[in-house]
């Protein structure tokens, strides 16, 4: 049965003008539009404003059985945010901060002096700070400030557990901010560096301006039981082995607690054994391919003591945190902040079952799933995400 049909334009203007149009054209049963219908179509595309600024447009071809909405991609008129990584930077500026009796931490400024603040929140925790890590950011508009926890990269001293917690480096970030002058900042962090921009969020929510996370980590006890105590060997059998061997069978009861006693020993070769073993299982599973370059890393016995005997204690100490689920329990404190969670499908070192609980505790927080990445930022789909974040951070940062 052919059937005329009424074409309606819809144009709705900026949310600030409150404005919308519709505009209704009637075609013949042919369903066929002539050069004269789609001239006069044209013409009202222009009246309706499409120079004005955003506006959405949706077409509707509406017989008299049904209505039918057609929003085609390319009529989509959201604004396109880069995704591309920036150029490598160097920092204009470097330093160390006292922030005990013990400990001086390493922390750095690249891009705008006079732009937003953000800090940069690294992994592990011991893995330090890379300068990769100035590259998700745009360094006309943000000062970007990367800092090594207590322990890690160049802080000392070197692979210290002491006076080391979760505490301890939320009072050493507040300290930075106040020494660098700065008085709020965006906060962004991934894996560990999650969990740590989630615990300095929640205890100093007027000081953050806008958050960024990426591979989820919430420090529950069955996310360390998941990766350290058999759950991803079931995906990484060939990786987990090596691990699992350095332990004897009567103490595989529990993994993180017989690699805590090697990598406290008084031998500093066992520490190294045993640092190795651990960190090379964690580079060997952070990618959805492997990645020979990260893989490496295992082999610097410098970067995997810092890294094995730093994350070891946390996770030893279940993060220093009063309850297993702190950081999901104080979640209110900063469901205000605009924030973006990114997450690899495929991450297996934080496995997307945290993502999906900390979007459902803060739906109001942007969540975007990269469907063909692992946990790495450095895989091209996560690190693309990360920069269109910073993006629409930096855009609504703009418009204030």
Not at 341 to 347: A, E, F
Request: aromatic residues 12%.
């Amino acid at each position: 049965m052919s059937l005329g049909f009424t074409l309606l334009l819809h144009s709705t203007a900026s949310i600030t003008s409150h404005q919308s149009h519709n505009l209704f054209f009637t075609f013949p049963h042919n369903n066929t539009i002539s050069l004269a219908d789609r001239t006069l179509l044209d013409d009202q595309r222009k009246f309706v404003g499409f120079s004005a600024g955003r506006r959405n447009l949706v077409f509707r071809a509406r017989t008299c059985s049904e209505s039918i909405q057609l929003k085609p991609k390319s009529m989509d008129l959201k604004e396109e945010l880069n995704k591309n990584l920036y150029e490598p930077l160097e920092p204009y500026t470097t330093g160390f901060l006292k922030v005990s009796d013990l400990h001086k931490i390493y922390w750095e400024q690249s891009g705008n002096p006079s732009g937003h603040p953000v800090v940069f929140l690294h992994g592990g925790p011991g893995g330090g700070t890379s300068p990769s890590n100035r590259r998700f950011f745009d360094p006309e508009f943000y000062r970007i400030i990367l800092f090594d926890q207590r322990g890690a990269g160049k802080s000392m001293p070197h692979a210290s557990l002491e006076e080391n917690t979760t505490w301890d480096l939320i009072k050493d970030i507040e300290k930075l901010r106040e020494h660098l002058e700065i008085p709020e900042w965006q906060v962004f962090g991934g894996s560990w560096g999650s969990t740590l921009a989630l615990a300095y969020s929640q205890s100093h929510p007027d000081k953050v301006t806008g958050i960024v996370l990426r591979g989820i980590f919430l420090l529950r006890q069955k996310e360390i039981d998941w990766f350290y105590e058999g759950g991803a060997a079931a995906i990484y059998p060939d990786a987990w082995e090596p691990f699992r061997d350095l332990i004897p069978e009567n103490e595989r009861e529990c993994f993180v607690k017989a690699y805590h006693k090697r990598l406290n020993s008084d031998n500093l070769e066992t520490q190294y054994a045993a640092a190795r073993a651990w960190t090379k299982w964690e580079m060997m599973t952070a990618h959805l391919l492997p990645n020979e370059e990260t893989i490496k890393r295992g082999d610097n016995d410098a970067f995997s003591l810092a890294f094995a005997r730093i994350e070891n204690h946390y996770f030893v100490n279940r993060g220093f945190f009063s309850t297993d689920t702190y950081l999901l329990d104080n979640i209110e404190k900063i469901k205000h902040i605009n924030a973006v969670i990114v997450q690899g499908r495929y991450d297996c070192c934080c496995p997307m079952m945290s993502a999906w609980d900390l979007h459902k505790a803060w739906p109001e927080a942007d969540f975007k799933v990269v469907a063909d990445a692992g946990h790495s930022a450095n895989e091209p789909g996560i690190s693309a995400e990360l920069v269109a974040a910073n993006e629409k951070l930096k855009n609504i940062r703009r418009t204030k």
